[in-house]
């Protein structure tokens, strides 16, 4: 009797398992839906490598991953294949991060540098509906960062247009991280696009050189957006030349800020960022134009390919549009997902599948692997991942079946139910990834879509062309009055459904398993086609709950210690400083989900401030903590000082404090922020301190601590913490 060794005894007994076997008949019937997981795992690797903080912890998932690969060899069926080739993604996800982090590496300003600086602008940008112009510098003095950004309050200022060279003193800064453990990351961002040095004047932009004439493809399409944007701007004023230059070109900066804000909270962000519908429009509009002109002959729609003619033309027609517009990852992805199937339609197959959709991401995910924790990337993959999904469906199937309408009224109910479901697909898949980025989200989406898209497709965009098109002869006048009306309703639409009782939910930050699970659960649901696929609702359904039932942290500290905020329990957010900016407030007021941050911690009850310092008693979780926070740079005499430290619980300062100040449980002075970061805390009877540097870990991007330069002058007599 022969007896089997090695991997083939392995292999034998791992075939021989009934589990295995079940797994295998599994795989087996969905075969066809295998070749999705790709994406899944490439950026499942690059999110481990983004998402664990330490080097060590890296190297444990890629040696995970590779056993994983090397298990996959010693055994058999599609199982095995799975794994082998789901292990060898993940390294190469995680090997395209760590390849990307390090050819984006650039230096980055160490200390605060205030002087004459000299340079070529890059690109220029307004923001903040208007009120802000920044733009991007690549230095001369090789003794400062390569390429630094300058953000000036106000217009843009003339002449400072990329290719133009201008001087300037100003004040340059590192990259700023997180003002929340897990909130945005301006440092990252910065590291991947190579910006070293964040700024603002401090006096006037001079324009030492004029931008020579565009040179280039990349220069000629700059200027071409630029007058684009002019003349829009210019024959269509406010909120409404502003949205339609946004379709255009991609350029959102200038539409006012409320406006923005509605849109979001009616669910018709989707329409400013330039994505699948608007590419969808221009390819649709061109192919139907191509096709219906060329058979307009019958000897050319009988002799030439006329639907691969129309095909060619519309891509074409997708490339510009998509190079026009700057080429930012949702027009990427819908460019590269248009072009898939525009193919289909040339060579007769169907082309709009799930596979069309895991192609774009794992190119991209090739390419720009940081562009997985952008929004921008989840929120149209997801949106487009859900409603495909919808449709190769048995009931999307019978949604889309024109087979089973009678008559027109049949037709018409079949066409708005599939709008319909098709809006609740996609506000459902992008409701988790806006929670998680922006802690809010719209609820009533679909109603002001039904609106909304239709009039966008039909009226808008059509009228956008017609306006260009006048403009070159002279004769827009008449086009660009219809463009702003149709414009107007757009914007009132908006307005009233961001208006309506409890269209925005709001939730404080997600904890990351949580997004997790919510993710995992709807791509499960999403790629396989049986009865297992409901298995995905479990994690769904996990993340869902840990969502909601987060609580959000008590305290916030900033990483400099200047500003901190308390969440009164009733939902109120009170600020150390009255003049904390409006990026500190949003951010904190969106990670807490606070009502309002315009309350000020003096005023709360039993608060005692003085010019100095203020002492606040915090309540959470029926326990009382006590906060002392120094509010000026000067020094406080010992015999004050000591006491009001050794009876608070917590002190936080911009200053070095001296060991003699020794709280009963946490110091967060600008020494120990320095190493930390930004702070969020939960306190109660289980307290826990979360910060920027345990979340970046040893990521190239941390920021870097600002030195600590005491003052010389000291308050010789101090107003008591008494004192209000």
Not at 136 to 142: F, G, Q, W, Y
Not at 452 to 462: D, E, G, R
Not at 592 to 617: E, K, M, Y
């Amino acid at each position: 009797m022969r007896v089997s060794t090695g991997f083939g005894a392995l292999q034998t007994r791992w075939a021989q398992a009934a589990p295995a076997a079940a797994i295998e008949a599994w795989l087996g019937s969905e075969r066809h839906q295998l070749p999705l997981l790709a994406p899944v795992a490439l950026g499942a690797g690059v999110a481990l490598w983004f998402g664990l903080p330490w080097h060590d912890q890296r190297v444990a998932a890629a040696v995970v991953a590779g056993a994983a690969a090397v298990a996959g060899l010693a055994l058999r069926g599609l199982s095995a294949r799975l794994l082998l080739w789901g292990g060898v993604l993940v390294l190469l996800g995680l090997a395209l991060a760590e390849w990307r982090s390090a050819s984006v590496a650039a230096p980055v300003l160490t200390d605060r540098f205030t002087g004459e600086i000299a340079g070529v602008v890059e690109e220029t940008q307004v923001t903040r509906g208007g009120e802000r112009f920044r733009f991007r510098l690549t230095l001369d003095d090789p003794a400062l960062p390569r390429h630094v950004r300058i953000s000036a309050k106000g217009e843009p200022v003339p002449g400072v247009v990329p290719g133009a060279r201008v001087t300037l003193k100003a004040a340059l800064m590192p990259p700023a991280g997180p003002s929340v453990p897990g909130g945005y990351d301006f440092a990252r961002r910065a590291w991947f696009s190579e910006t070293g040095a964040t700024g603002y004047p401090l006096g006037p932009v001079t324009v030492t050189a004029r931008a020579p004439p565009p040179a280039g493809l990349l220069g000629w399409l700059a200027a071409t957006r630029a007058a684009i944007n002019a003349r829009l701007y210019a024959l269509v004023p406010g909120a409404a030349g502003a949205i339609g230059a946004a379709f255009v070109t991609g350029e959102q900066g200038p539409i006012p800020v409320p406006v923005a804000q509605d849109m979001r909270d009616a669910g018709l962000a989707h329409l400013l960022s330039i994505s699948g519908l608007h590419i969808a429009i221009v390819v649709g509009g061109t192919l139907w134009f191509v096709r219906r002109t060329l058979t307009l002959s019958p000897w050319i729609a009988l002799r030439w390919p006329v639907k691969g003619i129309a095909a060619a033309v519309a891509a074409l027609a997708g490339v510009a549009y998509t190079l026009l517009a700057g080429g930012e990852v949702p027009t990427v992805r819908s460019c590269i997902a248009t072009l898939i199937v525009l193919v289909g339609i040339a060579i007769g197959r169907e082309a709009l599948t799930l596979r069309m959709v895991a192609a774009g991401a794992f190119l991209i995910l090739c390419v720009r692997p940081e562009a997985l924790l952008g929004p921008s990337f989840q929120l149209s993959f997801a949106a487009v991942t859900g409603i495909v999904a919808l449709y190769q469906s048995r009931f999307g199937r019978w949604l889309s079946d024109p087979a089973r309408s009678q008559g027109w009224g049949a037709r018409l109910a079949r066409h708005l139910l599939a709008l319909v479901v098709t809006g609740l697909v996609a506000e459902a898949m992008l409701a988790a990834t806006a929670l998680y980025h922006f802690n809010r989200a719209g609820l009533f989406g679909v109603v002001a879509n039904l609106v909304a898209i239709p009039l966008t497709s039909f009226v808008v965009m059509p009228l956008l062309l017609l306006t260009l098109l006048a403009d070159a002869v002279g004769v827009a006048a008449p086009a660009a009055w219809l463009l702003g009306q149709s414009l107007d309703v757009l914007v009132d639409v908006a307005r009233v459904v961001a208006g309506w009782p409890g269209a925005v939910i709001r939730l404080p930050m997600m904890p990351d398993l949580a997004y997790a699970g919510i993710v995992a659960g709807g791509l499960w649901l999403c790629i396989w086609q049986g009865r297992l696929r409901f298995v995905g609702t479990l994690p769904l359904a996990a993340g869902l709950v840990a969502a909601v039932l987060a609580r959000p942290p008590d305290l916030l500290v900033s990483g400099d210690g200047r500003h901190a905020a308390y969440l009164v329990p009733d939902g109120r957010l009170a600020l150390l400083r009255d003049r904390a900016g409006d990026y500190i407030r949003d951010m904190w007021g969106d990670a807490t989900a606070a009502t309002t941050a315009d309350v000020a911690l003096a005023d709360l009850p039993g608060a005692r401030c003085s010019i100095d310092a203020c002492v606040a008693d915090l309540a959470a979780e029926g326990r009382r903590w006590r906060l002392l926070a120094t509010i000026s740079r000067d020094r406080v005499p010992r015999e004050r000082f000591a006491p009001a430290c050794a009876a608070a619980d917590i002190v936080v300062s911009a200053r070095r404090l001296p060991a003699w100040c020794a709280p009963r449980w946490l110091k967060l002075d600008r020494a120990t922020l320095n190493t930390t970061g930004a702070v969020a805390i939960w306190l109660g009877s289980e307290p826990e301190v979360r910060t920027v540097a345990a979340r970046i870990g040893d990521h190239p991007w941390l920021p870097v601590p600002a030195p600590y330069r005491a003052r010389a002058s000291v308050a010789e007599t101090a107003p008591s913490y008494g004192d209000r």
